[in-house]
Each structure stands twice: as C-alpha cells, then as structure tokens.
Nanobody, 118 residues
Framework: QVQLVESGGGLVQAGGSLRLSCAAS????????MGWFRQAPGKEREFVAT?????YYADSVKGRFTISRDNAKNTVYLQMNSLKPEDTAVYYC??????????????WGQGTQVTVSS
C-alpha cells in the first residue's frame, strides 16, 4: 500500500520560508517522479514542481522554490523562500512513474496547509 505523508506546513509572514517534506512508503521511491501541487480555495489544483533526476517548476515559483529528494530516506522536499500571500494553499505531494506537469499522478498525499500572511 502506497502512502505519501506531507509535513512542514504552517503559518508564515510574507517574505518568509518553509520547507515541506513528503515521506513515501510502499513504492520503489527512486523509480518514481515526485511532484508538488497546490490548491487554493476556489481554485483548481495546480502544478508547482516535480523531479526524478531533472527538476521542473511552475513559472510562478521559479527562483523561489526548490524541490529536492533523498532516495535513501524515501523523502521529497520543497524549500519555499520569499513566500507571498498568493502562495497560500494546501500543498500536495504526488508520485508517478512518469515525469509530468499535469495532474495525472498515480498516488497523492493528504496535503498540508501553507498560509502566508501579508
């Protein structure tokens, strides 16, 4: 049974930083692309970043967010710097065998709330 468990969300002031973590189990972690998505109230879930070996980012977070992974720990991270109020959303971790910036990921976590105050 595949499980993805996000952590690290919270409340931060604009300009601050947070690091999200996603611990995966039940899959061959190194074989999967790991992605981060987010969903703000009243909006569709949108792509943030993904990686297997190479990294890919949404234009809205390039230069501010960094995705990384530790295959020994079966964990993917999202370092978020220079946070803006518009980054407020529930952030989801996802896993798929293919690298994609669409929402077509096989497995999803439950999400962690990130709130950025102005």
């Amino acid at each position: 049974q595949v499980q993805l468990v996000e952590s690290g969300g919270g409340l931060v002031q604009a300009g601050g930083s947070l690091r999200l973590s996603c611990a995966a189990s039940g899959l061959t972690f190194s074989s999967y692309a790991m992605g981060w998505f987010r969903q703000a109230p009243g909006k569709e879930r949108e792509f943030v970043a993904t990686m297997r070996r190479s990294t890919y980012y949404a234009d809205s977070v390039k230069g501010r967010f960094t995705i990384s992974r530790d295959n020994a720990k079966n964990t993917v991270y999202l370092q978020m710097n220079s946070l803006k109020p518009e980054d407020t959303a529930v952030y989801y971790c996802a896993a798929d065998r293919l690298v994609t910036m669409t929402r077509a990921y096989e497995y999803w976590g439950q999400g962690t709330q990130v709130t950025v105050s102005s």
